[in-house]
């Protein structure tokens, strides 16, 4: 499970980037954006990815309300969430229940009613 822990410490610090306002995308030389707590280009197989910053912003592709969660989200049904273009990448996050295609939103972290867990959270701008 050595591999798991990598992910999830990954991902922890990726959480505390994000919470102190510093959020990032990883970049390989080849311009593909993905996101932590990648280590491989998902497109171009490239290892050595860069932290590059996220732009403030994104744009709500499409979204969806959850009724029926996993047991680590029983509590928080239903939530909404959304896809949102960041540019380089996409993020998937929770987001307001009224959200709508093409609202501008930034990410941010919020907390899991469920176990108090962090979570990646969309608000309106
Ligand atoms: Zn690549």
Do not use: Q
Request: charged content about 25%; overall charge negative.
């Amino acid at each position: 499970m050595s591999e798991n822990e990598h992910a999830n410490t990954g991902y922890d610090e990726w959480l505390d980037a994000i919470e102190d306002g510093n959020a990032y995308y990883l970049e390989c030389s080849n311009g593909h954006g993905s996101l932590p707590p990648r280590r491989i280009c998902p497109e171009c197989g490239e290892i050595g990815l860069e932290e590059t910053p996220l732009p403030e912003t994104g744009t709500i592709d499409t979204y969806t309300v959850v009724h029926v969660a996993a047991p680590s989200f029983a509590d928080d049904a239903p939530y909404t969430t959304a896809i949102a273009d960041f540019g380089p990448v996409r993020v998937t996050a929770m987001a307001p229940d009224d959200v709508a295609v093409g609202d501008t939103v930034s990410l941010t972290i919020g907390e899991s009613k469920t176990n108090g867990d962090r979570l990646l959270l969309f608000e309106r701008r």
